[in-house]
């Protein structure tokens, strides 16, 4: 079972990710929900288990149900789109949705003469690459390679390139892809979908309120921040209520 949220994490998840990496934030804010220290690192699950227990965040703290907004790319025109946080989830084995693998799957491909064992990228493989470097996407697919036969130094560039998308295909949910059509010019097309980015602005927002909170009754009452969080939020509404009149 997952941690209990509490406001005090949920500021220390906010502090320690605001000059975080994206991928670093995101692997932050999933940590909050792992129940005890006996369990994988984080950073070691596949992309789509990190998801997953993002949802699992949100769901718990926020809500199952995700507002969007995004333009069409044909006419411009605004859309507000409402995503349910089950629509996210990848299908797992027996048609099961929303459980977090603990290991990355693996698999073989033969291609350009090589037979290659190969695993599902994890969140410490994309936090060690810079998206920005050159060659970004084959150092990715090298870091999934675990064995090469026949034995070579570095695979060929047009093998790590037929390599490449099998990776998405061993781990469905480790991108986040929605089909949309535009009420305006019914154009279709297909829009990622940050799961992560979605889950810190959530949790940045919250932090804020609360600091806020703590702000305005420091300043009426002399509380300090442990005092104000020590108080129901019902009843810090109302002392906040009082102490504005």
Same mark, same amino acid.
């Given at each position: 079972?997952?941690?209990?949220?509490?406001?005090?994490?949920?500021?220390?998840?906010? +502090?320690?990710?605001?000059?975080?990496?994206?991928? *670093?934030?995101?692997?932050? !804010?999933?940590?909050?929900?792992?129940?005890?220290?006996?369990?994988?690192?984080?950073?070691?699950?596949?992309?789509?288990?990190?998801?997953?227990? =993002?949802?699992?965040?949100?769901?718990?703290?926020?809500?199952?149900? =995700?507002?969007?907004? /995004?333009?069409?790319?044909?006419?411009?025109?605004?859309?507000?789109?409402? @995503?349910?946080? +089950? +629509?996210?989830?990848? &299908?797992?084995?027996?048609?099961?949705?929303?459980? &977090?693998?603990? %290991?990355?799957? /693996?698999?073989? =491909? /033969?291609?350009?003469?090589?037979? !290659?064992?190969?695993?599902?990228?994890?969140?410490?493989? %994309?936090?060690?690459?810079?998206?920005?470097?050159?060659? *970004?996407?084959?150092?990715?697919?090298r870091r999934c390679v675990?064995?090469?036969?026949?034995? @070579? $130094? $570095?695979?060929?560039?047009? %093998?790590?390139?037929?390599?490449?998308?099998?990776?998405?295909? =061993?781990?469905?949910?480790?991108?986040?892809?929605?089909?949309? $059509?535009?009420?305006?010019? +019914? #154009?279709?097309?297909?829009?990622?979908?940050?799961?992560?980015?979605?889950?810190? &602005?959530? @949790?940045?927002?919250?932090?804020?309120?609360?600091? #806020? $909170?703590?702000?305005?009754?420091?300043? *009426?009452?002399?509380?300090s921040e442990a005092d104000?969080?020590?108080?129901?939020?019902?009843?810090?509404?109302?002392?906040?209520? %009082?102490?504005?009149?």
């Amino acid at each position: 079972m997952p941690r209990r949220l509490t406001e005090a994490n949920v500021l220390e998840v906010w +502090e320690g990710g605001l000059d975080s990496t994206p991928t *670093a934030r995101a692997l932050l !804010i999933a940590s909050m929900t792992m129940a005890s220290r006996g369990e994988p690192d984080v950073a070691d699950l596949p992309l789509s288990s990190v998801n997953t227990l =993002l949802l699992d965040l949100r769901c718990g703290a926020f809500g199952d149900v =995700l507002p969007c907004t /995004t333009d069409c790319p044909a006419c411009g025109d605004g859309l507000d789109v409402t @995503v349910a946080a +089950e +629509e996210l989830r990848p &299908a797992a084995a027996g048609g099961r949705t929303g459980e &977090a693998a603990a %290991v990355p799957a /693996t698999a073989t =491909l /033969t291609t350009g003469g090589f037979t !290659i064992s190969y695993r599902a990228l994890t969140g410490r493989d %994309v936090r060690a690459v810079d998206p920005t470097a050159p060659g *970004a996407r084959r150092t990715l697919v090298r870091r999934c390679v675990l064995s090469v036969s026949p034995p @070579v $130094d $570095d695979l060929p560039d047009d %093998v790590l390139d037929a390599l490449a998308p099998r990776l998405a295909e =061993l781990d469905p949910g480790a991108d986040t892809v929605l089909t949309l $059509d535009c009420p305006q010019c +019914e #154009h279709r097309w297909e829009a990622a979908l940050d799961i992560a980015d979605h889950v810190w &602005a959530d @949790v940045s927002g919250y932090a804020r309120r609360v600091l #806020h $909170d703590v702000h305005a009754l420091a300043r *009426a009452y002399g509380w300090s921040e442990a005092d104000v969080l020590s108080v129901s939020p019902a009843r810090r509404r109302f002392y906040l209520e %009082v102490s504005s009149g």
